[in-house]
Each structure stands twice: as C-alpha cells, then as structure tokens.
C-alpha cells in the first residue's frame, strides 16, 4: 500500500503524457505554445541594445508585492466559505477508506495541487517582452517570479483549507478568524497608503514602501515578494527571509494539519462533492451555474424582453443571484495593473499604455454566461435567428466593457495629461476590444468546441485574435503611409484599429451563427 | 406529423444511426425501444436539431431545424435542462418570452399537475432530481408544440409524476399531437403507444403496431427475442 499513492501519481503523470500523443491536436498546441513562448523570448531580446538603460528593479519587486498580496487575498479568504479541496471525488471514494495514512494522502493532495497551481502563472512567461525590455530582466529571474506567483497561490490554497479546518465547524471562530485576517490586511494597506501620501513623490515612497522589511512581513505575498524581489535586486539577505520564513510556514501548516486531531476527510468531502458535480456535469455536456451556495432569491420575474432578448434578461436575473457584479474581480485587478503601468510608462506615452491594458484585457475576458447558454437545449430550440440570439447572450457584457474602459482612462488621463478627445478615443476603443476578444472566444468556441485544457484554448484564441487584429492594424499602416492624422499619430493607431475591430465583430459574428444551430459543434 | 427519412449519423468512425426512417403520425404516440447505446438519444438529438446528420427530419413538412419547425417542436431531454438561478416559475415565463407567446395560464396548470406550484418560487438549483426533471417536462410543454420529442421522459420521476406524466401523453395524443417517446424501460410505456420501433445497433431491428387484437408475441416478449445476445455496444 505504501507505494500506493506514488503509483497513483506516476501512472497520471505518463497517461498525461501518452494522451498528448493520441490526440495530436493537443501535441499541436503545445508545440504551439512553446513556439509563442519562444517568440516573446526572442522577440524580447530584439530590442537589447548597447548601453541600454532599464528601469529601476525595485518598482518591479514592488510591482510583484501588489501581485502576490491581491491574489493570496482572494484564494486564502475561501476559507471562509467553502475552503476548497485538493481532493477529488475518486479520492474521496477510494483513497479515504483505504488502509493509507491520513498524512500520506494530505501530502499526495498537496502535490497534485502543487502542480496545477504551476499551469495557473503561465500567462506570466508571457510578459517576458516588456519585463525585459523596461526593467532588463532575464528568463530566469522571470522563473523565480512564476514561481514566486504560483507558490502564493498554493499556499494561499493551503491557508484556505486550513482556515476552513478550523472555523468551519463554529460559526464563531469562523467570524473571529475573519476579523483577524481582514484586520492584518487593512493594517498593511493602510501603512502603505500612509507612507506614499505623506511623501511628495508619491511613486518613490510606494516603491520603496513596498520593498521594505515592514511590507514584506505581510504573510505569504510579503515573503514571496522578498523572495523573488531579492533574486531580482541580488539582495540575498531579502531573498534568505523570504524563502525561509515560506518553508517554515509550509511546514508549520502542514504539521499543524498532520498533528491535530480533527479529520479533514470530513471537511473535504463536501467540497469535494461540490466539485465533483461540477466535473461529472461538465462530462455530460453541462456547465453548472457556479452559484453562490446561499442565493437571495429577490424580486422574482423576468419580466421584460420577447424572442431573442428574453436572454439578455434572465442573464440579467442570474448575474444579479450569482452577485456578479459589473466589473469582476480579475478585471478590476488588471484595471489596476494597467493603471500602475501608464504611472511607471508616462514618459512613453499613451500608446504603450493602451497595447498593455488591451494586452491584459486578454486575460479577464470571458463569454459570461453565453458558455453556459450552449449546455442547455433552449439556446439551439428558440425559434429565433442564431445571430440573433447570439447577439442577445452576449449583450450583458456591454455595461462592463464601458465601465471597465472609463475606470481606466479617466485616471490615465490624468496620469499621462491626456485631452478629453484623446481619453474619448482610448475608452471607445477599448471597449471595441472588449467585443473583438468576447467575439474571439465565441470563434474559438465555434471552432474548437469544448477543450478540456483551458490552456491551450486560450493558445488558440490567441491565434485568432491576432488574424482579427490584422485588418486594424493593416488600416493604421495604410493611414500612416498616406500621412493622415487625427490628433496625432498614436491616437490615429489606436483609431484605426478601433474602427475596424466592429466591422470584423460583426463578420466574425455573422460567420460563427451557426454555433446555434447544432450542440455538437460545442462538443455538447 | 413528424417523418425521418433516411437518417444516418456517425461519431467519428461509430455508426450511430443508420439510415433510419419512421414517422410518427398526428395523434399518434411512436416509441422508441432498445439498449443502451442502440442510438435513440441520437436520433431524438438529431430531430431536436442538436445534431448534424445525413438524411431528412421534417416537423409538419418543415425542415428540422427551420424556425417554422422549432416553434411546434418541443423536446424533453434525458438529463432535466434546468437553470440553477431562475426560480420554477420564470423558467416558464422565459420559454412563453423566447417563443413570444401570451400568459394564458397553461404554465400554472402544468406546474399544479406535477406539484410544482407550491415550489414556483424555489431556484432551479434547490430542485431534487426528480423536480427538476418535472420542470424541464413542463417547460418542453409551455409553448403548446405540437410535435413532441421525450428522451427517457420517466427516469428520476416519482409515482405520482409518472402517472400524470402517462395521462398528458394520452391528452396531447387526443388533442392531435405527434409524441415520440424514447425508453429503455419496457413496462413503463405499458399499452399507450400506437407504434414501437425497436432499436439495436442504429437500426430499427422491428416495428410493432399496438393492436389489442393482436394475440401474438407481447412487446416485452419481441424485445428481449430482438436484443438478448447482441444488444449492447
């Protein structure tokens, strides 16, 4: 039994591997994805030059401090609700009453978890180009922060788990535990709020706020950031403390969990439950709503819309129940993220600004409920014209995509001293890249159908977002050969993309119709 | 009246219907019998319109998947289509919207025949299996279609809803209406059903018309003579 569990793992890992060889498809998107990896690497590269100077390091340890501390936030406060699981259902079954210690099958889950944390920073390797370029960082000290990112993430998994071990059983150690944790991030918000508005040079005093031993305290993101800050800056004392203070908390969570009495059988298995519906519904063509487990049901009735927009209405009805808000909590993280970068690139320009917002855009744009639509029959049996109700399931995102474009550019106005006409300009066309990307995922669905690797569907939709892109990058060319400028040559760019990202939409659009007409091309 | 002709539909190199025609007549209940894996949910798929395939699915002289055919087409699917954020009673205000129809009260009586009424306020999500099977049975029904299509209609139903079930496919028979009904539960269509097909392997392996002067072999009896030894795939 003892080499049950390695057995397990090993004989996953080489099936893994098999199926990249059966499906040839998937072989391709790896090769794929290396081949992207390598362009942004070489690519990257391209733009070193003699003598080159690069940014300050620091701004970008600070940058990753930002990072870290939003996401082990989000994952690590689950535990107050449903804690989350290493542990799927065939674990639960099979391995839970198996004659295998307790502790031998938590560590079995820690590492499954380990490595899918690992796949969730990819999207980091990809900002190699830029990170490069304006701070000169090599690839491997991109690797230490892709790790950095993905061990924030496992062990803000584990800190859930461990707060849901804890309080999931008393309401009220559960409410005290909240107030501690949410008060240990107020405390250092707050000190860092303080110290960059008591100083004139608002940026400085952040950056080197962010980059002090008082900041990097903060548990788990702190630690990471001092990590990977000081393999960045070459400051081994930083780089000591980070790493080893992680290691100790690893192993004090691990041991806390391994040496106390309680059975977190008990507390995973309703996760667990709770996931592996998700799974088994998946399989069978059907995308739960993931929502909310206590729902306040409200004013009842959809009340408006007829044919078609009777969708944009009962999506109206579910996003209220599933309280998604306008803006999600990644798209208002990038919204951040961009801002933060027009402070660091106000001397390059609003360009630059804009291809990275749009270039983060890529990241937090999704099909709403539009995905979950295509798993029941009603999509495909209203009678009403696909486009139509195309049309109509995507239209809940519109209100977003304009507040998303105006939180962005309103304060990148002020930031870069842009006119009103030029920050005009900027919100329309991002919000035109808002339909371009949902457009594109609704041509990767139609083409694709489903793909369980989320990975390589998002390698895919790359593909087709940069065919799209090319007939507004074609324009800008044309414009610039010609000499027409409105306003001035970078606004004329970002103009003319905008222009043809609608007329491309809507062809895209008009062409993927029939995604409605037969499930299966959704693989469903 | 509802007419398959031709039909043939494959998964990749699996032949899951094979050049399949059977039409079920207005005022007429056709069923479709067989194993697991003998191709009745693909062909019930097909005429929903959620499959591509070879041949020609008609629903009133209408193409399949025409908006003429999807407005008389109802479809109850094997796994209950149910939205878990919309209560029971705006899952059927959302069907008589999308298909542009007026409340005329037929959504509170179907919800009060399958004891649904009490719960019109309840999510999709807090549903038992079995409720939500209901739900998704009257939302197939809400828009009064005249051809309906029933994929294990009676899995997961309990008594009650199983009777009233059988009583509407007798109704909707008498009001006119086409209904085919595909089972791999023989006792449960019992002696409402004016045509069996009998399906193995994509093919229709026999047909039997129900007349109650037939002293022959039963259905049960000409089932398990057509499938033992080589049913399932």
């Known amino acids: 039994m003892k080499g049950a569990l390695s057995y397990l793992l090993l004989t996953r890992l080489k099936n893994e591997i098999r199926s990249l060889f059966k499906h040839p498809s998937r072989l391709i998107y790896a090769l794929i994805f290396v081949g992207l990896l390598g362009i942004t690497i070489f690519g990257g590269k391209a733009s070193d030059a003699p003598g080159k100077s690069v940014r300050d390091i620091s701004e970008l340890s600070a940058g990753a401090l930002v990072l870290f501390s939003v996401i082990f936030v989000t994952t690590a406060q689950n535990g107050f609700g449903n804690g989350g699981t290493f542990f799927g259902m065939q674990d639960v079954n099979l391995m839970f009453p198996a004659p295998i210690r307790q502790q031998r099958v938590l560590f079995y889950g820690l590492f499954r978890q380990m490595t899918s944390s690992m796949l969730i920073g990819i999207f980091l390797l990809f900002q190699y180009s830029w990170m490069h370029d304006i701070y000169g960082v090599t690839f491997g000290a991109l690797i230490a922060i892709f790790i950095g990112y993905s061990l924030t993430i496992f062990l803000g998994q584990l800190t859930a788990m461990t707060i849901y071990s804890f309080t999931s059983g008393n309401e009220k150690h559960r409410q005290i535990a909240k107030v501690v944790f949410y008060l240990i991030v107020a405390g250092f918000a707050a000190g860092l709020l303080i110290n960059v508005f008591s100083s004139e040079d608002h940026l400085s005093a952040a950056v080197k706020t962010a980059n002090s031993y008082a900041m990097r305290a903060f548990p788990v993101s702190g630690w990471m950031a001092a990590a990977v800050g000081g393999i960045l800056s070459g400051e081994i004392k930083a780089l000591i403390f980070g790493a080893v203070i992680s290691v100790v908390y690893l192993a004090a969570i691990v041991l806390i969990i391994s040496l106390s009495k309680r059975d977190y059988y008990e507390d995973v298995l309703k996760t667990a439950e709770i996931s592996q519906s998700a799974i088994t519904a998946k399989k069978e063509g059907i995308i739960t709503d993931a929502a909310p487990r206590n729902v ?154 489903i793909i369980q690797t989320r990975a390589l569907l998002i390698l895919f939709y790359f593909v ?4 799209m892109s090319v007939p507004g990058i074609a324009l800008s060319i044309l414009l610039s050969n010609l000499g027409v400028t409105v306003i001035d040559e970078y606004i004329t760019t970002i103009g003319s993309l905008a222009i043809m990202n609608i007329p491309v939409s809507v062809l895209a659009l008009f062409l993927c119709r029939n995604v409605l007409q037969y499930s299966e091309l959704n693989g469903r | 009246m ?144 005249h051809i309906i299509i029933f994929d294990e209609p009676l899995v997961g139903l309990d008594p009650h809803a199983i009777k009233e079930l059988k009583e509407v496919f007798v109704e909707l028979k008498e009001e006119g209406a086409s209904l085919l009904i595909s089972t791999h539960m023989i006792d449960s269509v019992e002696n409402y059903w004016d045509v069996a097909h009998i399906m193995v392997n994509g093919k229709i392996a026999a047909t039997k018309v129900n007349n109650p002067e037939d002293e022959g072999e039963s259905l049960e009896e000409m089932f398990f003579k057509i499938t033992e030894g080589q049913g399932s795939e």
């Open chain 1, 296 to 449: 306040k049901v409200g004013k009842t009735g959809i009340g408006k819309g007829e044919g078609a927009n009777a969708f944009y209405y009962k999506h109206l009805i579910e996003n209220r129940r599933s309280k998604i808000l306008i803006l999600d909590m990644p798209s208002l993280i990038f919204v951040l993220v961009s801002i933060v970068f027009s402070v660091f690139m106000r001397e390059h320009g609003v360009t630059a600004v804009f291809i990275f917002s749009v270039y983060m855009q890529l990241f937090s744009s999704a099909l709403g409920r539009f995905n979950k639509e295509l798993s029941k029959p009603y999509i495909y049996m209203v009678p009403e014209p696909p486009l139509n109700k195309l049309i109509q399931c995507l239209r809940e995102g519109l209100s977003g995509w304009c507040v998303q474009a105006i939180l962005l550019f309103v304060p990148v106005k002020f930031i870069l001293g842009l006119t009103t006409a030029e920050t005009v300009i900027c919100i329309v066309a991002r919000i035109t890249f808002s339909i371009l990307f949902t457009v594109g995922n609704v041509v990767a669905e139609r083409v694709l159908g």
């Open chain 1, 464 to 467: 087709i977002l940069v065919i």
């Open chain 2, 2 to 145: 509802l007419s398959v002709s031709n039909v043939s539909k494959k998964y990749g190199k699996l032949l899951a219907n094979d050049d399949l025609s059977f039409s079920v007549n207005d005022g007429q209940i056709a069923i479709l019998l067989g194993p697991n894996g003998a191709g009745k949910s693909t062909i019930i798929k097909s005429i929903a319109g959620l499959l591509r395939f070879e041949g020609e699915i008609t629903v009133d002289g209408f193409a399949n998947k025409s908006l003429e055919a999807k407005r008389i087409l109802g479809y109850v699917p094997e796994m209950p289509a149910v939205y878990d954020l919309l209560t029971v009673g705006e899952h059927l205000e959302f069907i008589r919207r999308a298909y542009r129809m007026d409340d005329d009260g037929y959504g509170e009586t179907l919800l009060k025949r399958f004891e649904l009424w009490d719960k019109k306020d309840k999510l999709g999500k807090e549903l038992s299996k079995g409720m939500q099977q209901k739900l998704s049975i009257c939302c197939a029904l809400v828009h009064r279609p």
